[in-house]
Every structure is written in C-alpha cells, then in structure tokens.
C-alpha cells in the first residue's frame, strides 16, 4: 500500500507513477517488496525494478540478510527504520542514508507496527522526490479509499510526524553479505511434475519439512519474556503457539526467537502470566 | 485370441481390464455410458482387480484418477463432451504432475445447442492441456490404443496422460468384429505399473502439487514440452513391438494410405479416415490419384510428417469435425503451420458437426475439389462448409 | 491422550509463512501431532496451501497433495483407493480445507464423498471467510460481518445471511463421524482427532479457527476469540458418532456483543443487527440442543 500512496503522491504532483508489489503470496507480516517508478512522462516498462535511485527499508533485520543496496544508482539514497543513527547503519557501502524509528511513530499514532505510512514521510524527507504533503494525499487516497477517512488521517498523520524526526546523513559501509543463495536448479536438475522431494542443496535442504530453513524470526516487533519461577508448564503456551517455536524443556519453556513472530499469544493465555511481551 | 463383435465402448472398457488399471473412476454419460458399466460389471463379475469409485460428477472423476495415480496406481478413466469440459479444469494438472492417467474420449458434439452425436469440439479445447490425444477409426483400433496408451504414458521418458479417442454412436455404439487381446498377451506387453516420479506414500514422504514461484516455472514447462517431444518415440516404439506381437500394425504417429504418388491428399481424424479409405480405392480404381493421411496422433503433432508428404503432392485438404469460430478447423490450422512457407494449395472441410453424416458422396466431393486445386493450382474456396445449407458449397 | 502426551516432533513445521497469531495455524500443528507420522494430506488452494507448501520448501513433513480448489475430498478418494490398491491401509487420509472450499466450492465432492462413504478424514478449518483471496465473503461467514466483498457502505454493510450450517450438513450424510472443535479447547480438540484417526470411513471435522487478520482483532486474541465464541454459543462443541449426537460443551450465553467487541469485523454492526445475531444464536443452541437430543 506504500508503494502504491507514494505513486498516488506523485501523481498528484502531476507526475507519471506506478506502483506494484512483487506479486508474493506471503501473509500479513512477511518481508515484502514492492516498487514504485516516478517519471513525469508516460512509464511503458513493465518489469520489476533492477536500478533503484532509492530504497526504503522497513524492517531493518534485513540488512542482515538482504543485500539491500544491490543495484542502487549512484548518487542514490537509502531510508531505513532504525533507532538509529544513520552513520551507525552499515549498507556495505557508502551513500546517503536516512532513519527513522518508524515503528515507534506508528505505534504511538496506530497502535500498531505498521511502518509502511510512517516510512513515506521519511522518504519524502530524504529525497525530496515528492513533497510531504503530496505524501499525505496520496496516503488518504489510497488508505482512506480502502480503510476508511479515519485510518487514512491517522496514516498521514504518522508520516508527517515520520518527516519531522527523519535523520538525514552519511553511512559508511563495510559490511559484505555473501550472494543471496537459492536453490535454482535447470531442467535437469528440477525434479519431475515439481515434486516435492527431499534434497540437501547448496542453499540448503529442500522438500519436507524444509520451511524450517525460513527463518520467521526477523517478523517480529515484539518479543515474549518467559519467567521461569512463574511457569507451572501447564504445555498450554506450547499448544497455541501458531510456529511450534516453543519448547518444552525439563522444567522450563524453551522460546525459539529465529522463529517467534511475536504474536503474543502465548502471553495472553499463559494462566501464570508468566510471559510478558517486550519490545 | 478371441475374435468377438462388440461395440467401440465395449472394446475401451475391455483394453482397460485387460491393462490391469486398479483404479477407474467415472461418471456417464451418452455416449460413454456403456464403458462405465461394462467395467463395473467386469469387477462385480470377479473378471476384474480394480478399485471403482462412483464418482459424483467428472470433475471428481479426474481428480480421483490424478491422486490415485500421484498415490502410484495405474487408473482409467472415460468420458465424453460435457463431462470432459467439466474435467477441464484438472486436465492441465494430472499432465504438470506428470501423471501417466489414460482416459477414453467419446467425441461427442458440446453445447450449445445440445446434441449427443458425434463431433470434435468438445477435446478441441484440451489440445493445449499436456494430454497425449491419439483419435482411432475402428473399434479394434479402440482395444488397442487402450493398451498402447499405458505404454506410452508410463516411465520417464514421457509421463504424460493420454486421451483415447473415439468417434461417438459411430465407434461407441457401432458392433465390428475386434480381436480380443488375452490378459497373458496384455501383460507381456503392458509391463506392470512402476510410477516413475515423486509419488504420495506414507513410507517415502514427497510432495506432489506444491504452489510454486516464478523461478521454477519455465523449467517445469519447459520439461514438460519435452516430455510431449519425447512422445513422438514412445509412440513410434509403442506401436512396433505392438505389432510384431499381435500383427496389427495401427501406424504410429500418423497412418498414410497411397500416398506416394497421389496429386490430392486428404487428411482426416477419427472415424471420417474410414470412409475416406473407401473412397480413395475407389477412386483409384477409375485412374485418380489421390491419398489419405489418417491423422491419428493430435498431440504430438505429426508437423515434419506430414510436411514430408505434404512436399510431395499438388494439394491437400484437411477435413476437420469441428470449428474454431472465426478462424477455421482446428486440424487445418494445424496443418497450416505444419506446411508454412511451402507452395501448395490447401483446403480446410468443415464437415459431420452435431452427427451430421460424413457420406461417401461428401468425400468424393472433397477429393473432386482437390484434385481440380492440384491441376489449376489455385484454390478457390479456403473453407468449405460441408452441405450447410445456404452456404456455397 | 492429555496435552502433556502430544509428541514434541512437529510433522508441521516452524519457518512457516502464516501471519502472526494465525489459528489455522495452531489447529494444524496440533491435529498433526495427535494423527501422527502415517498420515496424508490433501489440501486444496486456501491460506493453508500458500504457508505451508511453496516450493521448494514444505512445513510438512507427511505426503502432501494439491490439486485444485474445489475437489479435496475427490482427491482424498482417489488417495485413499489408491493406499486400499496398495495395502496402505493404515494411513489415515486427510482432507484438509478452508470454509470456502468445504461449505461453498467443494460441498459437492464432500458430499459425494461422504455418501460413498469414503475412508478419510477430512477437516475443514473455519476462518469464515476466503482468506487467501483477500477476505471475501463465505457460506461460512457470520452475519453481519465485514469483509471485502460484503463491506462497509453508506447503504448496506456486512454479511446479509447466517452462517451455513455445514456439521448439520454432514450429520445428515450419516457418516460414522462428525465433530466441530476449537483451537481454544485443547483437550476436547485431541479427543477429537484421536477419536477419528483411530475410526474407519468418512469423518468429518471442522475446526474453528480464527484469523486476525481477516477478523481484524489483535494477534495476540486469537486463542481468545476462539474461547468467546463457544461461551457466546457462536459455536458450539458437538459430536456425532454413529449417528449419536453428544454435546461436548454447554455454552455459557455470554452475551454475543462481548465475542464481537474484540473483532474489527463487527465494529459497523448497529444494535438492532447484533439483536438479530443473538436472536440466531439462540435459537441456533436451542435447536443444536433439541437435535442432540432426539439422535441421543
Ligand atoms: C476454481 C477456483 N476458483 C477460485 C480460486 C481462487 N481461490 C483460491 S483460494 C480461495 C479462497 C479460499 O478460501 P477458504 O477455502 O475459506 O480458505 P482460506 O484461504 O480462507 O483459509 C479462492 C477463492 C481457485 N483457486 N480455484
Ligand atoms: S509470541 Fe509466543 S505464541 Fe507468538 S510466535 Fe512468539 S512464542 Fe509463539
Ligand atoms: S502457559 Fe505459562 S505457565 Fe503454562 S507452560 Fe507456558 S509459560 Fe508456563
Ligand atoms: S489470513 Fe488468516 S488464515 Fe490466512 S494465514 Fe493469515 S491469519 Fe492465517
Ligand atoms: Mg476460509
């Protein structure tokens, strides 16, 4: 919805723009992409986006895994969610940053740690590509349209707060992600009918059971705090986990943080609040 | 052997007893009623291993048959015209899962209007769908496809569902004397079931139908292409060790007849190549030269074949028992690509539609047509409606 | 078996991509747990389909198998034939599938496979709607819910009709086994489905799940939910075995608003509606209760 507020920005500015997600089947809460061309000239191109002038990152657990920066034009520029500064955040390269603690704006004007408003405001800031308050039209129109006028005020309300506390600056970077590694086998190699079968790949195991190298981990904003002395192992946390990332040790829980998506559940059901959840 | 008078169905029915399929699911309908029930007798009569479900409608019919062929059991199923259009949908499947289903198709006309008799649009639809389609002219042809079929479908090399197909009334219910394949003869030739692939089985877990991203796709297509590619052999081998074992030779891919020195050649599919047989020997007998080219493998299509005989004759019609709206026969479109770029006048013959009969006369007609575009070089008329009346003719 | 007695292996893994707080999720988890190794899965297009099985990667650990949408139970005959052709028999065959592709899109295989009386579970998850489009409307969706194809407009919101009935539906097929659970009651849910991995012919499930995302309450309520919709009598916990109905759980007749309060879903709903939905309720428990009583 981001990608698409920020083309509907632009549009306003009466611009050319247009916006569209990777066309994923993750659910709500999953890493996603999406991009957004601005010209102000009709767009023809109708592939994804190899060369960005710039990247938006919501979640800033990416930068551990994701080569973020991979095709970022020179003289481009990178927005994170971060509490921090940008001179702390290391892209593995040097360009112009800029963060924001968009999880916190949007959980002060939401209630809930949905960056994707809050982030616009900060890339409006950080590049001028639009103004902040072609933002907060574009916002309303398309959070408006679908959530209602209320939702949509809220959302550009957070990505004006959003401009006003984004640091722009300069990072400096080292960090080497080693090539993203996926099992991309040819027509050889892939299996007959796709069949799901069991393989040790160079990217890792393949087939039943392999989800488990999905590490969900990164999903979370908040986290659950298991207090032994409380528990009573009633195995009630382990029963409503949606992940199964809760185990059951001798005489305590076990919680999986790769894994955690940080619904909270097993909080709300512990019968000894013996879980808190923190950020 | 037996020789036996029985009908086309009876003959499909009787292919898949005797090729040991162990699971059948169907559902009837005019007219492949009679395939469901002569299995259903074969299995309560004690003449036949099979699981039969009696399935609620087509749909489940197919999907039936795709998991129990993915859970690794031989399966069978048939169908006709709106039960086929309501398989449709799982059609594209058992072929992306690779599965070696075998379905007998009665052709028969496809709403609307409704209309039971014979015709070939109701497959039309499914020529993309990864189904090996193979179309017979007699009821011997029927029996034996059958078991062919399973030769071709199973093991690696292809591993791709085939359709039998079978004109409707004209086939179906039509008695002709068929030599009955004994079951020790069916087994030397149709080897046991091996699944080939990935299949369901508690005690060696695989996934069959995984939702699948877009860097998988091209190379699972792209597999299956080459496994219809591969067909072409299968087939070819599939019909010689049938005919050195039982003598009958069906002709493979396609089936030409006195084509090597024929001016005019017609190509046909399904029971039309019958009786254009006929009227090719009669026709020769008075001195004309023209040919038949029973076109018996739809996909695999026979494009370098029939180009060969194409680069040898003055012209070609193709006779096609269903029409794409707009554009033509289905079989002459085909054909059309088949011989691109070659100088050869060709004439499409739309014809038989909704059981209309397909008589002697209307062949001679075509062939007439034919040979006067072979002498002049010039064809008058792309497509013919055959005897419709009101249409030029 | 208690909860302590679930094994510890998962056969449906973390690293799955379900949203956070996802009931279906722990229904499957947990179902798996109490079936067991020798178990088969079919599962049709739905949210299920996409979080536990996008190649190459698999939350299962069992056979898996997708087809298409509509012909779970099509595909749970022709698996469960195929094991008889084998001499599997000792599998137990599972269809698992939404509300959409049980009550709406996939009734007529259900229904044909019940009445052949064909040996499988099948288990229908009920997040009331069709999640894994985006929240449209289902046979199985709540009056008065919001979704996106029942939204809410200056002139009509939320779902017109009630709920469809779908174990009623299933009762009436005369199967050996027909059971609703929840993931909020643990040990109703295990007797359930060790009740019918141990029987033979059709049985049937359905196991309410809430989804926060579609119902649009907190990740954290999910359970929550689930528990206020059998105090509510919004569902109630039932089996019939044999053709012997048992109520599992008297509702306590919470009022309804307090079950839709905690939903984003029923924000809209104008008091004279949510009369007309604890109307339903009512009459639907009091008809459940009559019902139970005559197939005693
Ligand atoms: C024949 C057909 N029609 C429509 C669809 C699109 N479709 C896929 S999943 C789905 C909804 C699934 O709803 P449900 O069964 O309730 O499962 P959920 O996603 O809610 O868990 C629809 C409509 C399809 N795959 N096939
Ligand atoms: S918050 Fe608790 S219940 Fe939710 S995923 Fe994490 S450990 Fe599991
Ligand atoms: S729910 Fe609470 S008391 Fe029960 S096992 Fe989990 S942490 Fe311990
Ligand atoms: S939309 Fe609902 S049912 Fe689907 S994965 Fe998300 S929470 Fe689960
Ligand atoms: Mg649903």
């Known amino acids: 919805m981001a990608a698409q507020a920020l083309a509907s920005a632009a549009h306003a500015e009466g611009g050319y723009a247009t916006a569209f997600p990777f066309f994923g089947a993750e659910r709500r809460g999953a890493p996603v992409l999406a991009f957004t061309r601005i010209d102000d000239k009709r767009i023809y191109r109708k592939t994804q986006v190899y060369e960005p002038d710039f990247v938006v990152v919501l979640d800033e657990g990416l930068l551990e895994t994701v080569n973020v920066v991979e095709g970022l034009k020179d003289g481009g520029a990178v927005v994170v969610n971060s509490v921090r500064s940008p001179e702390e955040i290391d892209v593995g390269i040097d360009a112009k940053l800029a963060t924001v603690d968009a999880t916190s704006v949007a959980l002060e004007v939401l209630k809930r740690p949905a960056t994707n408003s809050s982030i616009l405001g900060a890339l409006s800031k950080a590049t001028g590509i639009v103004s902040i308050e072609s933002i907060e039209k574009g916002i309303m129109q398309v959070f408006g349209d679908r959530l209602g006028e209320k939702v949509g005020e809220r959302n550009a309300k957070a990505a004006r707060i959003a401009y006003d506390r984004t640091v722009v600056g300069e990072s400096h970077g080292s960090r080497v992600l080693k090539a993203s590694n996926k099992w991309l086998p040819d027509v050889r190699e892939l299996p ?88 | ?154 093991g690696k090399r292809v591993a791709l569902p085939v359709a039998v197909c079978l004109d409707a009334f004209i086939l179906s219910h039509t008695v002709e004397p068929v030599d009955l394949i004994e079951q020790d003869a069916a087994d030397k030739y149709v080897p046991e079931f091996s699944p080939t692939g990935a299949i369901l089985d508690p005690d060696d877990v695989a996934a069959v139908g995984v939702f699948t991203p877009p860097d998988y796709m091209m190379e699972c297509r792209w597999q299956t292409d080459k496994a219809m590619r591969n067909a072409v052999e299968a087939i070819g081998e599939a019909n010689e060790v049938f005919a050195k074992q039982f003598g009958r030779d069906h002709g493979g891919m396609i089936d030409p007849y006195m084509v090597d020195d024929a001016e005019a050649v017609l190509v046909t599919m399904g029971t039309a190549s019958s009786t254009a047989h006929e009227v090719v020997d009669e026709m020769r007998a008075k001195g004309k030269k023209v040919g038949l080219v029973k076109l018996r493998f739809w996909r695999p299509y026979p494009s370098e074949l029939l180009r060969a005989i194409a680069e040898k004759v003055k012209a070609v019609g193709v006779f096609d028992r269903a029409v794409s709206y707009g554009i033509g026969g289905p079989s002459y479109i085909e054909f059309r690509n088949a011989v691109f770029g070659l100088d050869l006048p060709v004439m499409n013959f739309i014809g038989g539609l909704g059981g209309r009969d397909v008589s002697l006369q209307d062949v001679r007609f075509m062939y007439e047509k034919l040979l006067e575009a072979a002498r002049t070089g010039v064809v008058k008329r792309d497509i013919t409606w055959m005897g419709t009346r009101g249409v030029e003719q | 078996m208690k909860l302590k ?292």
């Open chain 2, 1 to 154: 052997m037996v020789s036996k008078i029985c009908t086309g169905n009876y003959a499909a029915a009787y292919g898949s007893m005797r090729s040991r399929a162990r699971t059948v699911a169907a559902y009837p309908i005019t007219p492949q009623t009679f395939i469901v029930e002569h299995i259903s007798e074969f299995i309560n009569n004690g003449e036949m291993d099979c699981e039969y479900i009696e399935v609620e409608s087509e749909h489940t019919a197919m999907s039936a048959c795709v998991s129990a062929s993915a859970s690794g059991v031989r399966t069978f199923t048939a169908t006709s015209s709106q039960g086929l259009a309501l398989m449709h949908e799982i059609l594209p499947i058992a072929s992306g899962m690779r599965l070696p289903v075998v379905m007998a198709v009665v052709n028969r006309s496809i709403a609307s209007p409704i209309n039971i008799w014979v015709e070939h649009n109701d497959i039309m639809p499914e020529r993309d769908s990864g189904w090996i389609q193979v179309f017979c002219d007699n009821n011997q042809e029927v029996q034996d496809m059958i078991l062919q079929a399973y030769r071709i479908a199973e």
């Open chain 1, 192 to 279: 007959m009918g796709v069949a799901g079968i069991s393989l040790d790949t160079d990217a890792g195991a393949v087939g039943p059971g392999s989800f488990l190298e999905n590490k969900t981990g990164s999903w979370k904003v908040f986290h659950p705090e298991y207090d032994g002395e409380k528990c009573t192992m009633c195995n009630f946390c382990w029963f409503y986990c949606p992940e199964g990332c809760i185990y059951r040790k001798e005489d305590r829980m076990e919680f999986d943080m790769d894994y955690c998506k940080g619904c909270g559940i097993c909080a709300n059901e512990c019968p000894a609040e013996a879980i808190k959840m923190v950020r």
């Open chain 3, 5 to 296: 007695e679930l094994p510890d292996e998962e056969l449906f893994t973390r690293g799955h991509t379900a949203c956070a707080g996802c009931g279906a999720a722990v229904a499957v988890r947990n179902l798996m747990k109490v079936l067991g190794k020798r178990t088969m899965v079919v599962n049709p297009a739905c949210c299920l389909l996409i979080f536990g099985a996008t190649y190459p990667y698999l939350a299962w650990k069992v056979p898996f198998h997708h087809v298409a949408f509509e012909n779970t139970a099509a595909c749970a005959t022709g698996m469960s034939r195929a094991m008889k052709v084998r001499g599997k028999e000792d599998t137990v065959v599972m269809g698992i599938a939404g509300d959409g592709g049980t009550a709406d899109i996939g009734i007529q295989a259900l229904s044909g496979a019940a009445e052949r009386n064909e040996d499988m579970l099948y288990v229908m998850y009920d997040n009331e709607a069709y999640m894994n489009t985006g929240i449209q409307r289902s046979g199985s969706t709540p009056f008065g819910a919001w979704t996106t194809t029942t939204p809410v407009g200056k002139v009509k919101a939320g779902k017109a009709d009630f709920k469809k009935d779908m174990p009623l539906i299933m009762m009436a097929h005369n199967v050996p086994y027909v059971a609703t659970a929840s993931i909020g009651n643990i040990q109703d849910f295990i007797n359930k489905f060790e009740k019918a991995r141990n029987m033979k012919g059709f049985r049937y499930i359905q196991v309410f799940t809430p989804c926060p995302t579609g119902w649009r309450h907190d990740t954290a309520k999910t359970i929550e939910v689930a528990k206020l919709a059998v105090d509510t009598g919004m569902w109630t916990l039932y089996e019939c075995e044999n053709g012997k109905v048992k109520i599992n759980r008297k509702p306590k007749m919470t009022p309804v608003s307090e079950y839709l309060k905690v939903q984003g879903r029923f924000r809209h709903m104008k008091e004279e509606d949510v009369r007309k939905l604890q109307d339903w309720v009512t009459s639907k428990w009091e008809a459940d209760e009559r019902y139970a009583q005559c197939r005693q």
